[in-house]
């Protein structure tokens, strides 16, 4: 199983980025996906999470991002988008996509770097 997130990058403040995370070797569309984000010195936090279609498409977010971010997922291109809208320099973080199967068997990205700064 592969979880590749596109490159983050540098942003200033009140700008926008969209980060995408496509996986492969996994049935995607059964996937409850998550979007993770890791600052040094703090707790890994779970920043939004979107359940299959089966399950409604459920989507759940951090209280810190909710109204600015939106998560979505496109089945068809195993993909997820985590677009975010008025960043924030505390939303600089390492972000993770994170996939969890069926089984309950589970798959991380190896992270990409949103730097929000003037």
């Known amino acids: 199983v592969q979880v590749v997130e596109s490159e983050g990058g540098l942003v200033q403040p009140g700008g926008s980025?969209?980060?995408?995370?496509?996986?492969s070797g996994l049935t995607f569309s059964?996937?409850?996906?998550?979007?993770?984000r890791r600052t040094p010195g703090r707790e890994r936090e779970l920043v939004a999470r979107i359940t299959s279609v089966d399950a409604g498409a459920t989507i759940t977010y951090a209280d810190s991002v909710r109204g600015r971010f939106t998560i979505s997922?496109?089945?068809a291109k195993n993909t997820i988008y985590l677009q975010m809208?008025?960043?924030?320099?505390e939303d600089t973080a390492?972000?993770?996509?994170y996939a969890r199967g069926?089984?309950?068997?589970?798959?991380?990205g190896q992270g990409t770097q949103v730097?929000?700064?003037?």
Not at 85 to 89: D, F, T
Not at 94 to 97: E, P
Not at 115 to 118: Q, Y
């Open 17 to 23: 980025l969209r980060l995408s995370c496509t996986v």
């Open 85 to 89: 809208n008025n960043l924030k320099p």
């Open 73 to 75: 997922r496109d089945d």
């Open 94 to 97: 390492k972000y993770y996509c």
């Open 102 to 108: 069926r089984m309950n068997d589970v798959y991380w």
């Open 30 to 36: 059964t996937s409850t996906m998550h979007w993770y």
């Open 115 to 118: 730097t929000v700064s003037s």
